[in-house]
């Protein structure tokens, strides 16, 4: 199933879920653990714009909660605008959740070939979404604004072993 959710900023609770999401705080943990396996991978980082601000490898919350709000992770430089008119949209949620089927085969069966199998696909996902689709909006002379193709994004898998409530903003 795939869900897509825009994420804008003003709902404490909507912005908690993803800052404090479990998962996210245990990510770094599971994965330094000494001779243990997870069946779920931890919370890593992907896509092309990652070289541009020198993350690799496993997510840090820290790191994620400043991208979450458009800054920088190492200078603190806001990397987005702030909206005049609007809210700010802090990201989208792509939700990519496999059947339940595969889901009692690779966590309660342990098969990881499963999981390893849902996360290739997801990065092939992310690749096509990043070539096609991924545009930012720049300003140019007053007030024309143009649409580029960036061909770049900076995408944090966060993968869940449980189910999760879905939220409705509002």
């Known amino acids: 199933m795939f869900r897509p959710t825009l994420i804008k900023k003003g709902n404490a609770d909507i912005e908690e879920y993803y800052t404090e999401d479990e998962a996210l705080k245990n990510s770094e943990d599971e ?10 991978t931890p919370c890593k980082w992907y896509g092309k714009g990652l070289a541009l601000l020198g993350l690799k490898g496993v997510i840090k919350q820290k790191v994620f909660k400043k ?6 992770p190492d200078t603190g430089k806001r990397l987005r605008e702030v909206p005049t008119v609007g809210q700010e949209r802090l990201g989208i949620d792509l939700t990519f959740s496999p059947g339940k089927e595969a889901s ?18 997801l ?8 070539i096609r689709y991924a545009q930012t909006r720049v300003r140019q002379g007053k007030g024309e604004r143009l649409t580029v193709n960036t061909d770049c994004l900076i995408g944090a898998f966060i993968n869940h072993a449980t189910a999760r409530p879905v939220l409705v903003d509002g």
């Not at 994965?31 to 779920?40: A, L, Q, S």
């Not at 991208?67 to 920088?72: A, E, I, R, S």
């Not at 009692?104 to 696909?121: M, P, W, Y």
Request: no cysteine; aromatic share 14%; charged share 20%.
């Open 31 to 40: 994965y330094y653990t000494p001779g243990k396996d997870p069946v779920v």
């Open 67 to 72: 991208l979450f709000y458009g800054y920088h």
């Open 104 to 121: 009692i085969l690779a966590l309660v069966g342990g098969d990881r070939r499963i999981i390893d199998l849902h996360e290739q696909a």
């Open 123 to 130: 990065q092939h996902v992310f690749d096509i979404l990043q």
